[in-house]
């Protein structure tokens, strides 16, 4: 703002310099973000609290009417709105306000100027807001002006909108203009109060509405979850002209909400993929790609649900059967139509000059087992260059094709000051998400994949042990303990550093014991199993066989990891068919599968056939601690879902469902 100008005017200059609509002059990635998703998405204070402030900030408004000059620089409001901002007790407020204006009808047109006052020549957000609320009672045609050029800017559409109900004339329609004319989180406000009764309304929220670059996935929720757009799904007939919106729409809802029934959304999926053959582009294929994993997902609820309730599934056998059918059918339609050359040369295109999310663009590549090579993904990462679903499709998916490609890549984009911040004792509970948080995620995932996968990389380990993160500091140490024999001489030295300013006392000690020259005489064994099967994670459906313990610990070198484990961690089982001992042992190991010791001889007999079978068990360490005698663990059969194998690349996947194929689908 110029020579303390007031926002109102700020806006209005701006508009003038920067013509149309919505207004360019706002960043619509954080204009009203705070507000409107505390709003939307936050409990917010106790009710009791908000009204509270609503009656004490009443309080100081009936005091203000009386003053003329005083109004903006008042200390009192000023002090009360740096500490309570008008969000989390707007709706409060206002109906104090309405209250106040029935009872006291002397009060109205000091209110209304006081509105008009803050409104228009106040010059901190706080104050426009408190403006916005009170013009809304008072439905003249200056206000209605002023509401619409405040109400454009993202930052105080959603005051705008609650503050006209009840009270302005054809609140719908003036909702519905919002809507069209702003963007990001302005947008949401408008949308989500926003009743599309009319087929203009409802052809726009379906066609233009939903479209967005960072709110896709929320307007498209926001856009199933009405009524009468879900009626205008049904009866809107899908058609080359409107085939790409649908297919937006598909790749951007959740359709795992209340809002349709499974049957319902089943038919609005068949409805698109028997006009598949208008599909053409990537966002068409984005939403191909997602209707098979949503068959996929609904199938293995179903079957998770049977698994459970297998004397329900008798009773209404006949039903679970049809529905099971049905997803067959659609997966392989799917599959069928995506089985084309051209698929891949149109993901090539996105990847090179991307307009949909990146969850979107993993997703495609996911299905069709596609592996770029790194440089071409350089479009994709310049949007956010420390994306969590790049990170998964990097690090978590194929980390052993892009392990060397993310460590060069990382070593260019990450400030070397980030090596010099002071170091956390513990690793931060629910993080805010930020630029540095990212960086520590891809970090904890990078020393996570040297672990699993055996990879090493000196430089990274060097860097990680002086990294401010303690959890970065805690997966580099353990790296540097798996690969002792590779170290330099300068690893030596970078620990001796580290130990001296290491302020957690448990990281402090392995650092020690690093350093500590090893033993001949007395080493027990420190060895590393070959995993042969992904990382583990639990799931409910996933069955107890028994409680047992960890045979054997005494004989391991437990020291180093011991600090790393804790009661609930789940531990591998790995088959050791050629022991020269028991020709039935089950080696016990940590996830990155450092051994721990072994099932006890006289459990073994029956898991050891179960694992010969195929069948992936696993353990959960009940124990506080590892380095103690006979650890107690419980050991899990893990039921799993049918695997989707993947075919040749670029051609997608096949799910081999349980029934056999009884007929070829188009």
Same mark, same amino acid.
């Given at each position: 703002?110029?020579?303390?100008?007031?926002?109102?005017?700020?806006?209005?200059?701006?508009?003038?310099?920067?013509?149309?609509?919505?207004?360019?002059?706002?960043?619509?990635?954080?204009?009203?973000?705070?507000?409107?998703?505390?709003?939307?998405?936050?409990?917010?204070?106790?009710?009791?609290?908000?009204?509270?402030?609503?009656?004490?900030?009443?309080?100081?408004?009936?005091?203000?009417?009386?003053? #003329?000059?005083?109004?903006?620089?008042?200390?009192?409001?000023?002090?009360?709105?740096?500490?309570?901002?008008?969000?989390?007790?707007?709706?409060?407020?206002?109906?104090?306000?309405?209250?106040?204006?029935?009872?006291?009808?002397?009060?109205?047109?000091?209110?209304?100027?006081?509105?008009?006052?803050?409104?228009?020549?106040?010059?901190?957000?706080?104050?426009?807001?408190?403006?916005?609320?009170?013009?809304?009672?008072?439905?003249?045609?200056?206000?209605?002006?002023?509401?619409?050029?405040?109400?454009?800017?993202?930052?105080?559409?959603?005051?705008?909108?609650?503050?006209?109900?009840?009270? $302005?004339?054809?609140?719908?329609?003036?909702?519905?203009?919002?809507?069209?004319?702003?963007?990001?989180?302005?947008?949401?406000?408008?949308?989500?109060?926003?009743?599309?009764?009319?087929?203009?309304?409802?052809?726009?929220?379906?066609?233009?509405?939903?479209?967005?670059?960072?709110?896709?996935?929320?307007?498209?929720?926001?856009?199933?979850?009405?009524?009468?757009?879900?009626?205008?799904?049904?009866?809107?007939?899908?058609?080359?002209?409107? $085939?790409?919106?649908?297919?937006?729409?598909?790749?951007?809802?959740?359709?795992?909400?209340?809002?349709?029934?499974?049957?319902?959304?089943?038919?609005?999926?068949?409805?698109?993929?028997?006009?598949?053959?208008?599909?053409?582009?990537?966002?068409?294929?984005?939403?191909?790609?997602?209707?098979?994993?949503?068959?996929?997902?609904?199938?293995?609820?179903?079957?998770?649900?049977?698994?459970?309730?297998?004397?329900?599934?008798?009773?209404?056998?006949?039903?679970?059967?049809?529905?099971?059918?049905?997803?067959?059918?659609?997966?392989?339609?799917?599959?069928?139509?995506?089985?084309?050359?051209?698929?891949?040369?149109?993901?090539?295109?996105?990847?090179?000059?991307?307009?949909?999310?990146?969850?979107?663009?993993?997703?495609?590549?996911?299905?069709?087992?596609?592996?770029?090579?790194?440089?071409?993904?350089?479009?994709?990462?310049?949007? @956010?260059?420390?994306?969590?679903?790049?990170?998964?499709?990097?690090?978590?998916?194929?980390?052993?094709?892009?392990?060397?490609?993310?460590?060069?890549?990382?070593?260019?984009?990450?400030?070397?000051?980030?090596?010099?911040?002071?170091?956390?004792?513990?690793?931060?509970?629910?993080?805010?998400?930020?630029?540095?948080?990212?960086?520590?995620?891809?970090?904890?995932?990078?020393?996570?994949?040297?672990? #699993?996968?055996?990879?090493?990389?000196?430089?990274?380990?060097?860097?990680?042990?002086?990294?401010?993160?303690?959890?970065?500091?805690?997966?580099?140490? @353990?790296?540097?303990?798996?690969?002792?024999?590779?170290?330099?001489?300068?690893?030596?030295?970078?620990?001796?550093?580290?130990?001296?300013? #290491?302020?957690?006392?448990?990281?402090?000690?392995?650092?020690?014991?690093?350093?500590?020259?090893?033993?001949?005489?007395?080493?027990?064994?420190?060895?590393?199993?070959?995993?042969?099967?992904?990382?583990?994670?639990?799931?409910?459906?996933?069955?107890?066989?028994?409680?047992?313990?960890?045979?054997?610990?005494?004989?391991?070198?437990?020291?180093?990891?011991?600090?790393?484990?804790?009661?609930?961690?789940?531990?591998?089982?790995?088959?050791?068919?050629?022991?020269?001992?028991?020709?039935?042992?089950?080696?016990?190991?940590?996830?990155?599968?450092?051994?721990?010791?072994?099932?006890?001889?006289?459990?073994?007999?029956?898991?050891?056939?179960?694992?010969?079978?195929?069948?992936?068990?696993?353990?959960?360490? #009940?124990?506080?601690?590892?380095?103690?005698?006979?650890?107690?663990?419980?050991?899990?059969?893990?039921?799993?879902?049918?695997?989707?194998?993947?075919?040749?690349?670029?051609?997608?996947?096949?799910?081999?469902?349980?029934?056999?194929?009884?007929?070829?689908?188009?």
């Amino acid at each position: 703002m110029e020579n303390n100008e007031s926002i109102f005017d700020t806006i209005c200059r701006m508009r003038d310099e920067q013509p149309g609509l919505p207004y360019r002059f706002q960043d619509e990635r954080t204009a009203g973000q705070k507000d409107v998703l505390y709003v939307l998405a936050s409990e917010g204070i106790p009710f009791w609290r908000k009204e509270d402030l609503a009656k004490e900030c009443c309080g100081i408004l009936k005091d203000l009417v009386h003053k #003329e000059e005083a109004i903006l620089t008042d200390p009192v409001l000023r002090h009360f709105l740096e500490h309570y901002p008008i969000c989390s007790y707007f709706l409060e407020l206002r109906e104090r306000v309405r209250i106040t204006l029935e009872a006291e009808s002397g009060a109205r047109e000091r209110l209304y100027h006081l509105g008009m006052r803050l409104a228009r020549s106040g010059t901190d957000p706080e104050q426009v807001k408190l403006g916005i609320i009170l013009l809304g009672f008072f439905p003249y045609d200056t206000t209605k002006q002023i509401m619409r050029t405040l109400g454009y800017h993202s930052e105080y559409t959603l005051y705008v909108l609650e503050s006209i109900q009840y009270v $302005f004339p054809l609140q719908n329609n003036f909702i519905f203009e919002l809507a069209k004319q702003t963007v990001g989180y302005g947008k949401l406000a408008a949308m989500f109060l926003l009743k599309p009764v009319t087929w203009e309304q409802q052809h726009w929220m379906m066609h233009e509405g939903i479209k967005s670059d960072f709110l896709a996935n929320i307007y498209a929720n926001l856009c199933i979850q009405k009524t009468d757009m879900r009626a205008y799904f049904k009866k809107t007939e899908i058609t080359a002209a409107n $085939f790409t919106d649908f297919a937006y729409l598909i790749c951007y809802a959740d359709y795992n909400n209340d809002s349709l029934t499974l049957d319902a959304q089943l038919d609005f999926l068949y409805k698109f993929i028997d006009k598949r053959d208008y599909a053409a582009s990537f966002i068409d294929l984005g939403a191909l790609v997602s209707i098979w994993y949503q068959a996929v997902d609904f199938w293995q609820q179903d079957y998770d649900f049977i698994s459970q309730n297998e004397t329900k599934y008798r009773r209404t056998k006949t039903m679970w059967d049809t529905r099971i059918a049905r997803y067959e059918k659609l997966v392989h339609k799917v599959e069928s139509f995506l089985h084309q050359p051209k698929w891949r040369h149109i993901v090539y295109q996105e990847i090179s000059a991307p307009k949909e999310s990146d969850s979107l663009i993993m997703k495609v590549l996911v299905y069709l087992n596609m592996h770029p090579d790194f440089p071409a993904f350089m479009e994709v990462l310049s949007r @956010q260059p420390l994306g969590f679903n790049m990170l998964d499709f990097f690090l978590k998916i194929n980390p052993e094709l892009y392990f060397d490609d993310v460590c060069e890549y990382l070593e260019a984009i990450l400030n070397p000051d980030l090596y010099t911040l002071p170091l956390e004792t513990e690793e931060p509970d629910n993080p805010s998400v930020t630029d540095l948080m990212r960086a520590d995620e891809w970090l904890l995932r990078l020393f996570e994949v040297m672990s #699993e996968k055996r990879k090493y990389n000196e430089a990274w380990c060097i860097r990680g042990i002086h990294y401010r993160h303690a959890g970065v500091r805690k997966k580099a140490v @353990q790296v540097l303990q798996q690969h002792r024999k590779k170290w330099s001489d300068q690893v030596k030295h970078e620990l001796q550093i580290a130990l001296e300013k #290491e302020p957690n006392i448990k990281l402090k000690r392995q650092i020690d014991r690093l350093l500590q020259p090893e033993n001949p005489k007395n080493q027990k064994e420190s060895r590393y199993l070959k995993m042969k099967q992904p990382p583990l994670s639990h799931a409910h459906t996933d069955k107890e066989l028994l409680h047992t313990y960890i045979a054997g610990t005494q004989f391991h070198e437990l020291s180093g990891v011991a600090d790393f484990l804790k009661q609930g961690d789940l531990l591998q089982l790995v088959r050791e068919a050629d022991n020269a001992y028991d020709a039935n042992a089950i080696a016990v190991a940590t996830q990155a599968g450092y051994m721990l010791g072994y099932v006890p001889r006289s459990e073994n007999p029956v898991l050891a056939k179960l694992i010969d079978a195929e069948e992936r068990l696993y353990a959960i360490l #009940e124990s506080p601690t590892v380095e103690m005698e006979r650890p107690k663990i419980t050991i899990v059969l893990k039921r799993t879902f049918f695997q989707a194998q993947p075919t040749e690349q670029g051609q997608g996947i096949i799910l081999p469902f349980p029934p056999p194929k009884k007929k070829k689908y188009e």
